[in-house]
């Protein structure tokens, strides 16, 4: 069953592009003000996320009070079940293990290479958490506050609004405006990550699903990304390691096998689960 489609106006979806590229420029230079003022750079950089929401609430007031009969349906309580909750979880846990089993991979195989001479060859691994403070104001933006905006903008608006188009360019359309909002550095994953909670929004018909995906997500990169400190940088001449590499592979493929099963799982809940009574909408047709 495909999920509910949003009648959504051009100049609708012209507002929500904008209104999304403002609230980055605004955070992306008050990041480097509160920088330049003293502030440690990433803590700036979550500092500057504070404003984002204010921003996109304001700006998208209209569009959010004229749809708000749709978006309740999609955080509608009766659609998600504890099986749905509980595989989303995992699911975030299962992308992340993909993640790191493709870089241990690109390592292995000579793909991501280090030329600094002066690195640590390792693999030496350590953990130390930052201030508790910092760590929960990166928490709360990159575990909170990102996931329920990302969600609800691109798949709960925009990739409903292309769901006339079938599965495959609404999944895709969405998920491609989801990385142009992200550094082109990670648009690749990114990109994936997007199509992948695409499916799930399709499958599952409910943002509660996929904002826990995504906010466990990102909640793991808080633990191993600024917890968890790791070098390990293989000199060139010894690249590949194929034992390594083969292992990083074998885990990879078990991961994505992971995100497949989880997401047949959330498929099945949403198929058990009680339907949802269309609301009436407010939304305007197409132009």
Known sequence: MRPPALRLPFR????????????????????????????????????????????????????????????????????????????????????????????????SLGISVNEDPQAIVGPAFSWACPPFPSLLLGLVVMAVMIPIMEEIIHRGLLQSAFVHKGPLPAILLSAAVFTVFHPPSSYWFVFLMG?????????????????????????????????????????????????????????????????ILLLRIQRAGAQAAPATAAPKTRSQPFR
């Open 12 to 107: 609708q979806l012209l507002v929500i592009v904008l209104a999304l590229l403002f609230a980055l420029i605004v955070q992306a230079w008050l990041s480097r003000f509160l920088h330049a003022h003293g502030y440690e750079a990433l803590q700036a950089h979550y500092l500057a996320y504070l404003v984002v929401p204010p921003i996109l609430l304001l700006m998208l007031a209209p569009v959010l009070h004229e749809h708000r009969d749709f978006l309740q349906r999609l955080f509608s309580p009766r659609g998600f079940t504890l099986k749905i909750a509980f595989a989303a979880i995992a699911l975030g846990v299962a992308s992340r293990l993909v993640w790191w089993a493709q870089l241990a991979a690109r390592v």
């Open 195 to 259: 199509v992948m909670l695409g499916v799930q929004f399709w499958l599952t018909r409910t943002l509660w699903a996929t904002i826990l995906t995504h906010a466990t997500y990102n909640g793991l990169i808080q633990f191993d990304w600024r917890c968890l400190q790791g070098q390990w940088n293989p000199p060139p001449e010894s690249l590949p390691l194929m034992v390594p590499g083969i292992v990083a592979l074998a885990a990879l493929a078990g991961a994505l096998l992971l995100v």
